[in-house]
């Protein structure tokens, strides 16, 4: 299938499509998505570029960059809110949005790539929360939650009709758990313990992997509606496949240490979970 | 005490007030109208700001899609309550956060509708720098809400305004009524006084504290003027009752009128000869009592006393009795209260219109038999006569003389006589048409003129032999006198006309003529004239002939009758005309003159005359004339005075010889006169300015009429010798030499009798009046020699010694 896949997406290469600049969209979420023109604390992820510019970074960035690269095709990338990416692919007015759960509802507009890395979701709750933390979905019920709006949590408390609140950012939402009357804040592992730690407060809070919701990945979403978005998916699915192959990919995935699947980072080692 | 709402004070104050509210309102709208426009900016201000401070969050909002954020945005916003309604909007048009309550339901919300709308739209797009447009706020703004401030305060300030306005009102109302009101209220009562009271005052008395200002300087300016009216008053009084005594003390009726014909005033003359009252004359019109006055008239009086003409109109008044008299109106215009009036003074001319008609009867009627008289006869026969001759007809002249009557008259007295003569007229009368006419000539003598008999000769004899027959007859029956039957026969003497040129007085003559002829044939019966016809055309033929040459040939001469005072001196003389021809011997002038007027030889005939006089009245002058003289009369013929250079002619007679024309007299005859006045007048005006003096001969045979005698510039009148004739045994002659000399002394022209032949004709005459004659009881016409003498010796007339001088 691969092979296949390969042979289809060399054939989509015409010589007119490569040399082109690709513009994807993203939200600040480091590790995986890096605004370096507002994110200090990510200067050491930078990379600069020949011309002396610092280029966004993150490990989904650098992984789509290098995969689209080796596949002779420049890309670029839009930092916005979520939701605006969203809203976007949805209308079509992007070609693709990154990171990307899989989620029913946004099946409905956008086709996904092949997984471009992996995510764990965290119940993430004070150290000095006096309740249970719950290990399944359900457990949410009784529980004050919040999740960012917009994020694929939503969907999935809405899809189990639990109860919850949104904030507007993942700082958001860390401050409310931290500092607020909520109790769990239901976001992703990797992120959310990215900017915890960023915001200087990681080891007062404790991550908790639900126990029936395996680790996802991310994509690119391709708009649905965005002119030529299958074939870019297609060479996209080459490029990683090929960087892959030649241990690129491991590379990168190692510079931020997210190597495989259900991997901790690094950084993260010590937590209980 | 004047109502409030007509007082000085009073208009004052709501002239003010209104001004002050007028202006006020102008004001207060002008600082409601700045309000706004200040208003207008602070509401836009206002809903910006809240908008400015609500934009950041709206951009994040927007920006990341957060309706949870655009909530709170969109909640902040609705905290002003003049938002009623407000959204946010992403860059696509979805609606992030919206929220809406219901408008106020202000009952001034119509006010907002007009000042700024019902709903005011704000809408502000939300961009991320640079630009990036992620979406907008739209609100919409309660108008009411957002101008409910500034409507209270303009209400606000319209009311203070209106209050304000209000008490300065009422205040100036009272500040008016003391200033100037009331002062003004004293001084109107102190007015009111003034004329109330029986004695005048002087004037108005100062007011307390407004000696310096402008009431009293008013106060003072009214006692000046009322100072001066009183004089002014007073001196009209004295004048009005000035005028007043010279119009009812006017001999004359005198009516002022407006020129409408409304009578205004009246004297009590008018009064009397109209025999009304003043209060009902001054109801009526002119055209009331007057009928032949109308609006008209008047114009055409007032027209020609503005342009300098004098109007004096003969007209008729109706008393109040409904009688009829006649009057003569002079006008004026009068100014009166800035009105032009008309003043007529009116004259009743009854009485002399009474002494016209007199003198015209005696003139021409026989008062005894109330038969037209000779003149009469004379006019109608020559009126009949050229009737005659136009048309062709015969008629005839009648002249009758009683046989005997100086028998009776003798035996039965001049009563009787008289009696006589009247029965006679009614019997004469009885027998003739209505177109006939029956005179008395004189004495005994009547004359009946039948004007028309027939086409034919002996038709026309037949007709008048039968009527002579027929008064046979009529004067063969007795007539019943004094219980007497007195019988008296007539001679009739007949003339026919018309035949050749025979005039009135020939064919006179003829029928004269032919009565002698009866009588002589044993009288009581009647004789035609025929025979003398022709010869008396041929006469006429052959004095015609000579006269031509009798200037030439000194055929002609002057004689001059003496003119006399009541002394008895010399007072003048009257050239008179004698031709003496060689074979025809002495014409008398009544056969010539009438020829010459007739052929024009008059003209040079009355040169001649006039030249000779003045060198006669030069040779007098010379030989010195005595203080009395006064006049040489010169008779002028009725052709040579309508002659167009008769005037020159004089002037060049005066300059040829070098006479004083103040000795000259031209006498005129009344026939003369009365055609063409204006024209004689000015001739006669020529004359007087180069020393002429006017006299009228033969007064009292001709028209007589006043109204032109009174326009003539005439010096004296000369009474006919007719009249003087049979002045002694005639009462009707005596009473028109009477009524000729009171008006000749009414109208101040001097009077000479002619024809004085008795010294009995010469006392009746000056028991008249009379103060002037002439006539052959004082002297015959004398030659140039003998003239020169009598002016010599001033001798005292009569003048016996001279009879048998001509």
């Known amino acids: 299938m691969p092979l296949y896949a390969s042979l289809f997406a060399s054939m989509l290469l015409s010589p007119f499509s490569v040399g082109q600049t690709l513009t994807l969209s993203a939200e600040h979420y480091p590790p995986y998505t890096i605004d370096v023109s507002t994110d200090t604390d990510t200067t050491n992820l930078a990379i600069t570029n020949i011309d002396g510019k610092k280029m966004h970074a993150g490990l989904d960035i650098e992984l789509i960059r290098h995969a689209y690269a080796v596949m002779g095709v420049d890309t670029k990338f839009k930092f916005s809110p979520w939701k605006r990416v969203m809203r976007n692919v949805r209308l079509g007015n992007i070609l693709g949005g990154i990171s990307c759960r899989r989620t029913k509802s946004r099946e409905a507009f956008a086709d996904f790539s092949n997984?471009?890395?992996?995510?764990?979701?965290?119940?993430?709750?004070?150290?000095?929360?006096?309740?249970?933390?719950?290990?399944?979905?359900?457990?949410?019920?009784?529980?004050?939650?919040?999740?960012?709006?917009?994020?694929?949590?939503?969907?999935?408390?809405?899809?189990?009709?639990?109860?919850?609140?949104?904030?507007?950012?993942?700082t958001q939402g860390l401050n409310l758990v931290q500092h607020r009357d909520y109790d769990v804040f239901f976001s992703g592992w990797e992120g959310s313990a990215y900017e915890a730690k960023r915001l200087g407060y990681l080891d007062k809070l404790v991550f908790t992997r639900p126990a029936t919701i395996a680790t996802n990945a991310f994509h690119v979403c391709f708009s649905k509606m965005y002119?030529?978005?299958?074939?870019?998916?297609?060479?996209?699915?080459?490029?990683?496949?090929?960087?892959?192959?030649?241990?690129?990919?491991?590379?990168?995935?190692?510079?931020?240490g997210i190597q495989g699947k259900y991997d901790s980072m690094s950084y993260l080692a010590g937590n209980k979970n | 005490m004047l109502p409030l709402r007509k007082r000085l004070s009073y208009q004052q104050a709501k002239w003010a007030l209104l001004l002050v509210l007028f202006l006020g309102s102008i004001v207060s709208v002008a600082q409601i109208v700045i309000d706004w426009q200040h208003e207008q900016k602070h509401v836009d201000a206002r809903v910006e700001k809240i908008l400015n401070i609500l934009k950041d969050p709206a951009i994040q909002a927007?920006?990341?899609?957060?309706?949870?954020?655009?909530?709170?945005?969109?909640?902040?916003?609705?905290?002003?309550?003049?938002?009623?309604?407000?959204?946010?909007?992403?860059?696509?048009?979805?609606?992030?956060?919206?929220q809406r309550v219901a408008p106020s339901d202000d009952h001034l919300g119509w006010l907002a509708e007009l000042l700024v709308g019902r709903i005011i739209f704000f809408s502000t797009p939300l961009i991320v720098e640079p630009d990036l447009r992620v979406g907008q706020i739209n609100v919409w703004v309660d108008g009411a809400i957002i101008t409910s401030d500034f409507v209270s305060r303009s209400i606000r300030v319209l009311l203070f305004g209106l209050a304000r306005n209000l008490v300065l009102g009422i205040a100036l109302l009272g500040l008016f009524y003391v200033l100037t009101s009331r002062p003004l209220a004293q001084l109107t009562q102190q007015l009111k006084q003034l004329d109330q009271q029986a004695r005048r005052p002087k004037g108005l008395t100062y007011l307390d504290g407004h000696q310096e200002d402008e009431l009293g300087i008013l106060v003072e300016t009214f006692n000046q003027v009322w100072a001066s009216r009183d004089q002014t008053e007073s001196l009209l009084a004295e004048k009005e009752a000035y005028f007043r005594a010279v119009m009812e003390q006017s001999g004359e009726a005198l009516i002022l009128a407006d020129l409408e014909g409304n009578i205004l005033d009246v004297n009590a003359e008018a009064c009397r000869s109209l025999a009304y009252d003043s209060d009902e004359l001054v109801k009526l019109t002119l055209a009331d009592i007057d009928a032949n006055s109308s609006h008209r008239s008047i114009v055409i009086w007032v027209r020609a006393i503005e342009e300098g003409r004098p109007v004096s109109i003969d007209s008729h008044f109706r008393r109040k009795d409904g009688l009829v008299y006649p009057v003569e109106i002079r006008c004026n215009l009068v100014t009166l209260n800035g009105q032009k009036c008309l003043l007529a003074s009116i004259r009743d001319m009854s009485e002399r219109r009474k002494a016209e008609d007199r003198?015209?009867?005696?003139?021409?009627?026989?008062?005894?038999?109330?038969?037209?008289?000779?003149?009469?006869?004379?006019?109608?026969?020559?009126?009949?006569?050229?009737?005659?001759?136009?048309?062709?007809h015969i008629g005839a002249l009648l002249f009758l003389d009683l046989d005997r009557f100086k028998m009776v008259n003798d035996s039965l007295g001049h009563a009787a006589g008289d009696e006589l003569l009247a029965l006679t007229a009614v019997r004469i009368k009885g027998c003739l048409r209505?177109?006939?006419?029956?005179?008395?000539?004189?004495?005994?003598?009547?004359?009946i003129l039948v004007p028309e008999l027939s086409d034919d000769l002996s038709v026309a004899q037949n007709l008048v032999r039968q009527l002579a027959q027929r008064l046979l007859v009529e004067f063969s029956l007795p007539f019943n006198i004094r219980d007497q039957s007195v019988y008296i026969t007539v001679s009739i003497g007949i003339s026919l006309f018309p035949f050749n040129d025979a005039t009135g007085s020939d064919l006179l003559q003829q029928a004269d003529t032919a009565m002698y002829q009866t009588k002589a044939k044993g009288r009581n019966g009647y004789y035609f004239y025929r025979a003398e016809m022709q010869t008396h055309a041929n006469e006429r033929l052959i004095i015609e002939k000579a006269l031509h040459l009798a200037i030439e040939n000194a055929e002609l001469s002057l004689q001059y009758q003496p003119q006399v005072n009541a002394q008895g001196e010399l007072s003048g003389f009257e050239a008179l005309i004698r031709w003496n021809h060689p074979t025809l011997g002495r014409v008398p002038p009544d056969r010539f003159i009438p020829i010459a007027e007739e052929t024009g030889l008059i003209l040079s005939i009355g040169r001649w005359v006039m030249v000779e006089a003045c060198h006669q009245l030069l040779i007098l002058q010379a030989k010195g004339l005595p203080k009395t003289f006064k006049r040489l009369a010169i008779n002028i013929s009725p052709r040579q005075f309508a002659d167009d250079g008769f005037v020159d002619e004089v002037r060049d007679v005066l300059r040829l010889t070098g006479a004083d024309a103040s000795f000259l007299e031209l006498e005129l005859t009344e026939g003369m006169l009365v055609k063409n006045i204006d024209a004689v007048i000015l001739k006669m005006k020529t004359l007087k300015q180069l020393g002429f003096s006017f006299s009228i001969d033969d007064f009292g045979t001709g028209y007589s009429s006043l109204r032109y005698l009174k326009h003539l510039p005439l010096d004296l009148l000369k009474v006919d010798q007719s009249f003087v004739r049979d002045i002694v045994w005639d009462s009707n002659s005596r009473a028109i030499v009477h009524t000729i000399i009171a008006m000749a002394s009414h109208l101040d022209l001097a009077l000479i009798a002619e024809g004085v032949e008795t010294d009995e004709e010469r006392q009746i005459l000056s028991k008249l009046g009379c103060k002037n004659y002439q006539g052959y009881y004082f002297s015959r016409p004398v030659n140039a020699e003998l003239l020169v003498s009598l002016v010599g010796h001033r001798v005292e007339f009569p003048l016996l010694r001279v009879e048998s001088i001509e």
């Open chain 1, 115 to 170: 997984p471009v890395s992996q995510s764990g979701l965290a119940f993430i709750t004070r150290s000095d929360f006096k309740g249970k933390i719950p290990q399944y979905l359900a457990g949410l019920k009784s529980l004050n939650v919040v999740i960012v709006s917009g994020y694929a949590q939503q969907s999935m408390l809405e899809s189990r009709r639990i109860n919850y609140s949104t904030a507007s950012s993942l």
């Open chain 1, 227 to 256: 002119a030529e978005s299958g074939k870019w998916r297609l060479v996209l699915n080459e490029g990683l496949e090929k960087i892959r192959i030649q241990g690129a990919m491991t590379t990168i995935k190692q510079k931020y």
């Open chain 2, 62 to 98: 927007a920006y990341s899609l957060d309706r949870q954020l655009a909530a709170q945005v969109i909640s902040g916003l609705m905290k002003d309550d003049a938002i009623f309604e407000a959204e946010l909007k992403d860059d696509f048009g979805g609606i992030i956060a919206r």
């Open chain 2, 359 to 392: 003198v015209h009867y005696l003139a021409y009627y026989d008062d005894l038999t109330k038969l037209p008289n000779r003149r009469l006869l004379q006019n109608r026969l020559e009126l009949t006569l050229s009737v005659a001759r136009r048309h062709q």
């Open chain 2, 434 to 447: 209505e177109e006939d006419t029956a005179a008395r000539i004189g004495g005994d003598e009547f004359v």
